[in-house]
């Protein structure tokens, strides 16, 4: 059985720091193209960083481009995304995805998704 399963949200307050993973249980995430979504209420769910090929591309959106830095370990199987420079509208739901096929995690159609990690960016 396929699992992504996302860890190390929180409360922090604005300027701070969190570092999220997303476990990946069922395939070998090096095999896969995974990424980092974020959904705040009422906002429709949005792309943050893609990682390609282990780390051989990344790509950010704009909004954290400079901020957020996405990573993965082969051997842990896992994907982080560390988030410095937090700012309140990062608040929201993040989560992982993952697809076999670039173009289906790019436009956000991921065949394999965690349950997501709360982010609240808060003084």
């Known amino acids: 059985e396929v699992q992504l399963v996302e860890s190390g949200g929180g409360l922090v307050q604005p300027g701070g720091s969190l570092k999220l993973s997303c476990a990946a249980s069922?395939?070998?995430?090096?095999?896969?193209?995974m990424g980092w979504f974020r959904q705040a209420p009422g906002k429709e769910r949005e792309r943050v960083a893609l990682i390609i090929n282990s780390g051989g591309s990344t790509y950010y959106d704009d909004s954290v481009k400079g901020r957020f830095t996405i990573s993965q370990d082969n051997a842990k199987n896992t994907v982080y995304l560390q988030m410095n420079s937090l700012k309140p509208e990062d608040t929201a739901m993040y989560y992982c995805?993952?697809?076999?096929?670039?173009?289906?995690?790019?436009?956000?159609?991921?065949?394999?998704w965690g349950q997501g990690t709360q982010v609240t960016v808060s003084s």
């Open positions: 069922g395939f070998t995430s090096s095999n896969y193209y």
């Open positions: 995805a993952a697809d076999a096929g670039l173009s289906q995690l790019v436009l956000g159609r991921a065949r394999y």
